[in-house]
């Protein structure tokens, strides 16, 4: 890493060792949920995509033992969760901490590709629509997480945030006011 | 008088987050062919522009559309509807850079300011007159190839106000007049507003070598753990007679933050932030680390120490040719 | 359809330069342009032959305009932009700075580097006065074919860029200067032993782009030799030939014998090829997907 890198926190070990034997099946369905949920919430992000939300992207979080393949397939969007190699269009890989702190616009895409925290093979420009719908859909993960978690929403936030302080990782919406 | 920042916003996101960071103006573009940052997943749709321009009026910000590329024969009028939403939606001013369409707008548009883009490569005094005596220009953006002392005798010559970029990615040709995208890959600046497209890019890790492809031409390798720049066609590494190097410009971008109080005392009105193509979080510190800038320049304070360089492209800064040496 | 001998765009001894010319006099084309395109800085070495050349190029017949520079800054440049005005030579604007200098009423040709990409910016050259584009390179079939369309119906002759190294690009900084570590300001003229532009070739040895001081041109040559009848069909009234070393009255020749159909397809890029072997063609811009390609058969 160059002395100019961000620094991107790396996921601790033990949970990642957890999910090195989790069943992978009840993942992909649970995540599919998620991003259902999140696809009805923000068309807008799908109409951003254009032509690319026909594309398949596997994204590679390198800190963990599996990886996963969205499809957004124009709204109707699919995921899949495996512990093997994937296939796509794309490939988005690097430390779950920075793809998720892209998503909250934590970090800077652009950045974090030249200081090569994420590596992209593929279908560049899919990547690059894929990045800049999710920049302007301002989402929140942890916030949707609560509003699909009903009484359970406080619990939620709580180990958000407990998870937040103890790993560095994004979890949740930074205000772009915030000092990086 | 604090100096004008104009930043940049390649999503309604960005636009709101460049003007809750201080953002005096914002420029954007429709999302198609007539503006130059005609990236995937980026910019305004009609209603999505009406929106913003509403929301940087209601916080005391000005909104420029840009329509900064050449229209293409036989399909002028969408440029020409580009023009006139931009009008009707309430912009505060267009960026042309096309001779047909600054006529166009002048006759068709009266009332609607006009900007000279960047991409007219308006180099000298001479030029800016014409285009303000001839369409009525108010603002001139200066091409990236002019070091200060010029940039000042500029002022002293013309009416107009000039603007100057100060951060970002930085073109080494004279910008509109570069048709090497389009030789690699048939598409350019000028005519589809990309230059080294996305779709034409192609990234290969080999042993931690990373290797960067545009039209099939190799523009870059990056050895493992060094950083790894966008394969722009003119920052790429090549070889002549043996000997390889950054023959065009190394792969460094804007930062002529230090250079604000030498700029203002040039004459120059705004100061230009480039990167339509970045995440809000960018934007937003960016424009946020600026406005500072301006406000201590205008307050004769001494200018704040600059934190920018992580954002930069291939994390090494300069700038440009406001320093004559780089030429 | 009319022969145009671009400006010389590369920094030739004042003597090759001079006889380039003499030697032009004799060659099948209509019209010569001539002068500093590039550099500001080449011109004092042969100024002062201009105006023979000029005259020689007259007597023989050929229409004869002198070129403005590419990207005019400084104010020895502007102010050699407005001494041209008034020599009663036809001016070719190359920089558009050249509006500002010329009166209204004032007849002009538009060279290949300013940005005539559609309807709207060819007729407002053409009520302002021009006579005579030559389009941008880079613009596809298509474009020409609407432009050449206007240009028939207001009277503008029309050219494509038919042969020679591509411009591709005009900087404020001198690549040939900065490859010795030196500033344009101090470039001791290093452009001066590259007078087709300097190879410049990927990192995997692939030809791709030339260097000529401040400018960037292709690595292939221009040739529009599978063209002709698409371009002649689309109404395009000139083709532009940029000047490079060798025969080049002999290209010129076979330009012309091809356009009055005295030989076959093909017969043009055949006799390049085999003058140039260690050259390629391109004729992308008008038909291919990029500017690099060519349409005619791979070596």
Known sequence: MSEFSVHVPVFPQLPALALRCAPVAPMSMALGGFVARLAQRHAGLFRRLGAYGRSRFVIDPTDLPVSLALEPRGGCPRVQVSRGPLHGDARIAGPLAALLGMVHGAYDGDALFFSRDLVIEGDTAAVLALRNAIDDAELDLCAEAQSMAGPFADAVKRVVALAETRTGVALSRREENEEW | ?327 | MQLTVGANQFFWSPEDWGSSYTALAAAPVDRVVLGELVCSKRLPFYQDRIPAAIETLSAAGKAVSVTSLALITLKRERKLGAELVGTGVDIEINDLSMLAYLPEGTSFSIGPLVNVYNEGSFAWLAARGARSICLPPELPIDAVRILAQLGRRLGVAVEVWGHGRVPLAISGRCYHARRQGRSKDNCQFACENDPDGLDVTTLEGQDFLAMNGVQTLSASFACVDHQIEVLQEAGVTGLRLSPHTGDFTAVCAQYRARIDGHVARGAVADALLAAYPDRHLSDGFLTGARGADWSGPLP
């Open chain 2, 1 to 327: 008088m604090v100096m004008e920042i104009v930043c940049p916003a390649g999503t309604p996101a960005s636009l709101r987050a460049a003007v809750k960071a201080g953002a005096h103006t914002v420029y954007c573009g429709y999302a198609d062919e007539t503006n130059a940052r005609n990236f995937p997943g980026l910019n305004f749709d009609r209603a999505e522009m009406r929106a913003g321009i509403a929301f940087a009026h209601a916080h005391g910000a000005k909104v420029l559309v840009a329509i900064n590329t050449f229209a293409r024969a036989g399909a002028e009028p969408l440029w020409h509807r580009a023009i006139a939403d931009a009008a009707t939606a309430g912009a505060d001013a267009v960026i042309l850079a096309d001779l047909g369409l600054l006529a166009h707008a002048a006759a068709h548009h009266p009332t609607l300011r006009r900007h000279l883009s960047v991409q007219a490569a308006a180099a000298n005094a001479d030029v800016i007159n014409f285009y303000a005596a001839t369409f009525g220009v108010r603002r001139v953006v200066l091409p990236r190839v002019l070091s200060v002392p010029e940039i000042a005798a500029i002022n002293a010559e013309v009416e107009v106000e000039t603007e100057v970029f100060v951060f970002g990615g930085l073109c080494v040709m004279a910008e509109g007049r570069c048709s090497l995208s389009s030789y690699a890959t048939g598409q350019s600046p000028n005519m589809q507003g990309v230059c080294s497209p996305a779709s034409h890019v192609d990234y290969h890790e080999d042993n931690g070598v990373l290797s960067a492809k545009l039209g099939g031409y190799t523009i870059h390798r990056a050895a493992a753990g060094e950083p790894a720049p966008y394969p722009t066609l003119c920052k790429g590494c090549f070889t002549t007679e043996g000997a390889s190097g950054h023959l065009f410009e190394d792969p460094v971008s804007l930062n002529a933050e230090t250079l604000i109080p030498q700029l203002a005392k040039a004459g120059v009105h705004a100061l230009k932030i480039e990167g339509r193509q970045r995440s809000r979080a960018y934007v937003a510190q960016v424009v946020r680390n600026f406005r500072a800038a301006v406000d201590a320049q205008a307050a004769g304070k001494p200018m704040p120490e600059g934190m920018l360089a992580r954002l930069t492209e291939g994390q090494a800064a300069t700038a440009g040719a406001y320093k004559k040496t780089w030429r």
